[in-house]
């Protein structure tokens, strides 16, 4: 799909959104670098911003500072994959079309990760960490084409609908 | 491209509302601990549900927003789930931590208080930031699980149909006159 005034709004959506990666990837980091300053309150603020989307049990997290990261091993491959997709974006999709991965692409990169995890869950193995972050960091590397991609669109398709109502407004009002 | 907006909020209401139940039952919310299992799932559903109620096919665009709001209320709902169940979940950590102290991994001695899952925001303004990150964070992963959604169900919905040519006016028979 290519239309006119794209590379402008999908450039915006990937500035926006690295810089919003950036943030994720340091906000990991930094509530163990607090809970090892002593900074308890806004260590636990952290830790409780991601305790949603992950188990956060130490065993399984890497450490900083002596501190468990705010997320698990797995979960940090993804964010981790998912700033590398971002890297690797201009160069396997560039900015001047909107194209989605197709399902073919989707599955097998999802599968490792989806085996691995429920496998886990289920006590049927138990992988090591090395395992957990490469499988995250395949299926993190993906996301971003999704992301960036449907971002983008939602903002071309926002112009474009209002840019159509505006266009049935003036007809309407040329027609009274 | 169909330049009517779809119908976002009833798809989300109801997959928000299952993607919320999920993630706020205790041992079930451990699915979110894979990639987001019940938010991106939840999405995924809305997603579905919207396009069974629109003519058009649906956009990646439609994804996110119908994603962000299926966030958003699997948000609400998980934060008021968890007022009822926080012993029970208070409970239920203590003895993750004691299990996973059992196979002798190191925990650092002041852990208690970072991973009890705020156990210390019990105010109603540290409930309510809490609920603030959680939309915050359901709100993206939301985002991307319409997104998916769209480009896995998207070939079920089929290609956009090209548009038909108005229909034209009744022939008169050339020998009425």
Redesign the interface.
Known sequence: MSRPGISRTVLAVYLLTAAGTALWLSAIFL?PAL?ARGS?GA???L?????????????RCLTFH???LAV?GR?LG?YAGFAAGLVLYPFIRGFSK?K????RV?LPLTLP??LD??AG?LGIWKSPMGARFATGVV?GAL?PF??V???A??????R??AA??GLEKRRANDVE | MDQKKPEYLRPALIAGAVAGVLSGLPFVSSGNCLCCLWIVGGAVLAVNLLAKHTAGVLTSGDGAIVGAFTGIVAAVVDTLMSIPLRPFNMELANRVMRKVSEFGYDMPSNLDGYLDGGAGFTSPGFFLLGLFLTAAVFTVVGVLGGIIGVSILAKKKGRPTPPTAPPSAPEVPSDAA
Do not use: E, N
């Open positions: 509530a809970a308890a260590a636990r603020l830790y409780k911003a991601f305790s949603p989307i992950c188990h956060q049990i130490p065993g002596g501190h468990p698990c979960c993804i909107l989605l991965p197709s399902v989707f990760l989806a995890g429920a869950v299926w996301l999704f992301f991609t449907g971002l669109d939602l903002l071309l398709t926002r474009k609908r159509a109502r």
